[in-house]
């Protein structure tokens, strides 16, 4: 039962060995490469995107703190005049741009959040793109090596070198 075993494993070995060389893996890396950098880009537009939403919701809490601010002083004209009708109005109103606020606030902690996630991401994978350019370099550079090294004698020099040897041993 050993045997048997031990032969299934060197068949199934030289079997994906066969495999690996039919896959071409420098072809199959470099597909791997550009669906990375693809996935990249696509990760760098979104936190781009993110950063851009940020801003544009701090620029809203901004004006929604102005807002509250002017409201808060003519509250206090309406309120010295005893106008109260007014300044219930003016009180509806900044009660309004307060709760606008709070969920804009919210909203604005939440795209941070998911923007944190997204630059890991981004650091992540940029670094495992780099892995992977570094590999498919190597690769190409051991096949290139391989390839100079599997013929690099020409016909001619061995011609040259037999004749040389005939010589040799008909001198001696």
Known sequence: MALITRLTRLFQADFHAVLDRI?????QLRQ???EMEFDLQQD????ALMQH???QLSSRIGEAQQKITVFDKELDICLKAKKDDLAR???RRKLEIEAMLGQTEKQLSAVKTNAEKLRLRVDTHGQQLDSMKQKLVLLVDEQTSVDTQTNPVRNEEIEIALLREKQKRAAS
Request: aromatic residues 0%; glycine residues 0%.
């Open 89 to 91: 109005d003016l009180v």
């Open 32 to 34: 791997a490469v550009r």
């Open 23 to 27: 896959e071409e893996p420098d072809i």
């Open 53 to 55: 939403e940020a801003v």
């Open 44 to 47: 760098e537009q979104a936190l």
